[in-house]
T-cell receptor
């Protein structure tokens, strides 16, 4: 089954404690993205990757890091989480062309 | 700042009627537009995309694009309770990136 998986699905942590949210896709897609979704602000892109070792900032990259060492994986790293990073996070993947974008199930992060 | 704007709703429509969802965008250079459906607590799923002026139909869904007016809409015919969700409009402003609107919450009343 074609899918995008994220882990963990739910996470409660404290300010400053480094965390990683994993994202994996089994569709051999080149493009992968991370979004955050907040009430009243919609989905905003954090980072995206066009292929292995190629990443670029989205609209809200501050406080986040990503890496793309393998085509299937695109982890999101919060080196020092802060409460304003409390949000619902989605990973997405697509082959070239936006008409094939698939979203993961989401990770609800709470930073205390 | 390139933007996509939607009425947040909620929009209530009787079962069996036509639901009309609207979206405007700020960049005349936008080439492609997307409608996603998101059920509460779930991830967005792509319903339709449209690149050309005019209408595009897929089952009960019709997307309409008017580039001169910078306006894109989604019509849902014969609305069903299962259509109750938040609908997200998105535009491609280039580089395979999407900018999303804040979404319109649609409720179909049985």
């Amino acid at each position: 089954e074609a899918q995008v998986t994220q882990n963990p699905r739910y996470l409660i942590t404290v300010t400053g404690k480094k965390l990683t949210v994993t994202c994996s896709q089994n569709m051999n897609h080149e493009y992968m993205s991370w979004y955050r979704q907040d009430p009243g602000l919609g989905l905003r892109q954090i980072y995206y990757s066009m292929n292995v070792e190629v990443t670029d900032k989205g609209d809200v990259p501050e406080g986040y890091k990503v890496s793309r060492k393998e085509k299937r994986n695109f982890p999101l790293i919060l080196e020092s989480p802060s409460p304003n990073q409390t949000s619902l996070y989605f990973c997405a993947s697509q082959r070239e062309g936006l008409d094939t974008q698939y979203f993961g199930p989401g990770t609800r992060l709470t930073v205390l | 700042q390139k933007e996509v704007e939607q009425n947040s709703g909620p929009l209530s429509v009787p079962e069996g009627a036509i639901a009309s969802l609207n979206c405007t965008y700020s960049d005349r250079g936008s080439q492609s537009f997307f409608w996603y459906r998101q059920y509460s607590g779930k991830s967005p799923e792509l319903i339709m995309f449209i690149y050309s002026n005019g209408d595009k139909e897929d089952g009960r869904f019709t997307a309409q694009l008017n580039k001169a007016s910078q306006y894109v809409s989604l019509l849902i015919r014969d609305s069903q309770p299962s259509d109750s969700a938040t609908y997200l409009c998105a535009a491609n402003f280039g580089n395979e990136k999407l900018t999303f609107g804040t979404g319109t919450r649609l409720t179909i009343i049985p």
